[in-house]
């Protein structure tokens, strides 16, 4: 059973940084994509932020809103994945989730980690 384990999420005013991490049980070599994704009350899941890795070729993708302001990263050393979060704003504020398709093993979630932004 692999498992995803976040940490880094908490309170932080409006125009601060969090960096969220993303522990995977396993290697995170062999993937075809690894990401973040939010969900606000009331809301629906949202993607935040992926790397594919689909053959040699791989890109990375961040929706509009966060743009500029968030950077995905990975640390296959560590079998880590991490999410840089700047300039933060009060819409921000959500459950943040990490993703992970191994090419084994299928697609795994974490179990959220809480981010809130306060103005």
């Known amino acids: 059973q692999v498992q995803l384990v976040e940490s880094g999420g908490g309170l932080v005013q409006a125009g601060g940084s969090l960096r969220l991490s993303c522990a995977a049980s396993t290697s995170i070599f062999s993937v075809n994509a690894v990401g973040w994704y939010r969900q606000a009350p009331g809301k629906q899941r949202e993607l935040v932020a992926v790397?594919?890795?689909?053959?040699?070729?791989?890109?990375?993708i961040y929706a509009d809103s966060v743009k500029g302001r968030f950077t995905i990263s990975r640390d296959n050393a560590k079998n880590t994945v991490f999410l840089q979060m700047n300039s933060l704003k009060p819409e921000d504020t959500a459950v943040y989730y990490c993703?992970?398709?191994?090419?084994?093993?299928?697609?795994?979630w974490g179990q959220g980690t809480q981010v809130t932004v306060s103005s």
């Open positions: 790397i594919t890795s689909i053959g040699s070729i791989g890109s990375t």
């Open positions: 993703n992970v398709d191994f090419v084994r093993w299928g697609e795994y």
